[in-house]
Every structure is written in structure tokens, then in C-alpha cells.
């Protein structure tokens, strides 16, 4: 475990709020990358949210058992999707323990491609958002970025 963790919330939210989201000076190109791979993903996975919430709400009024389920799993997506945004911005603060769970993402990405692709619906799984977290993941841990990293784990 990274000698940085968190120890309380307020370690966890990004310095400066969200208002920061957009600022990325002072990052080597791969985690310039990288970052918006993760914001990016996390942005569309809130859209992607609220759509389906709006769809979980249609559902009430065909099969409510169903759409209290869907509406559960769109919740929890939201988070997720909240979650991935602000690791990221806390990545781009050089926190190493933000990177570290980027690459758990990551790792559960891949894992929910494989399970994705076993159900005999028709499905291929989500290869390509794998493989999208993939490439921001090893963008995150090339040689670049890993001075970078340790560069801001001596200044702090």
C-alpha cells in the first residue's frame, strides 16, 4: 500500500474542489493521457447514469421488481463513475495511491469483460473499454510517469 493513503474524506477529494478538473500543467504527456482517458470515462460513464436512470423510472411502470434492481445497478455505476473522476484528479496530484486504484479499475474492467463474454445472450463484453483502461493504465506506469511520481512523492 502507498505510504500516501487517505486517512480521513478530505484527503480523498481533489485540492481546489472540481474546479481544477481542467488544469493538467506540469504533467509528462502520458499522464496528460492518461488523465483524460479516466476523466473522460468517468464523464460519459455519469451520462451514461443518468440515462439509465431515466430509464430505471420507465421501468417502474412496466415490471417495478425489475426496476428496483436496474435502478440499484445504475446507482451504483454513478458512483463508480464519480469515483473514477476523482481518482484521476487525485492521480494528477501525483497521489500514488490514486494511481493504484486506477489500476484495480482497470483490473475489474477486464474481469467484468471476461464474465461479459461468457453469457450466451450474444454479448462480446466491453473489450474495448478494456481495453481504453488499459492503455491509460500502462500510460500511468512507463518509465515518464513513474519519475513524475516519484518527483512528487519527494516534493510533498
Request: charge should be positive; aromatic fraction near 10%; avoid cysteine.
Amino acid at each position: 500500500m502507498p505510504v500516501d493513503r487517505p486517512r480521513s474524506f478530505y484527503e480523498v477529494m481533489p485540492n481546489g474542489g472540481f474546479s481544477g478538473i481542467f488544469e493538467v500543467a506540469g504533467l509528462p504527456k502520458e499522464l496528460k493521457v492518461s488523465y483524460w482517458i479516466w476523466v473522460i470515462g468517468g464523464l460519459l460513464g455519469l451520462l451514461g447514469g443518468v440515462i439509465g436512470l431515466f430509464g430505471a423510472l420507465v421501468l417502474f411502470a412496466i415490471l417495478p421488481g425489475v426496476a428496483i434492481l436496474v435502478l440499484l445497478l445504475v446507482l451504483v455505476a454513478l458512483a463508480l463513475a464519480a469515483a473514477q473522476i476523482v481518482l484521476a484528479m487525485k492521480m494528477k496530484e501525483g497521489r500514488e495511491w490514486a494511481r493504484l486504484a486506477l489500476t484495480i479499475v482497470a483490473g475489474v474492467s477486464l474481469l467484468l469483460a471476461v464474465i461479459n463474454s461468457s453469457f450466451a445472450a450474444g454479448q462480446d463484453g466491453n473489450w474495448l473499454g478494456f481495453l481504453i483502461s488499459l492503455v491509460a493504465t500502462v500510460l500511468m506506469w512507463v518509465p515518464n510517469s513513474q519519475n513524475w511520481f516519484a518527483a512528487a512523492r519527494g516534493s510533498a
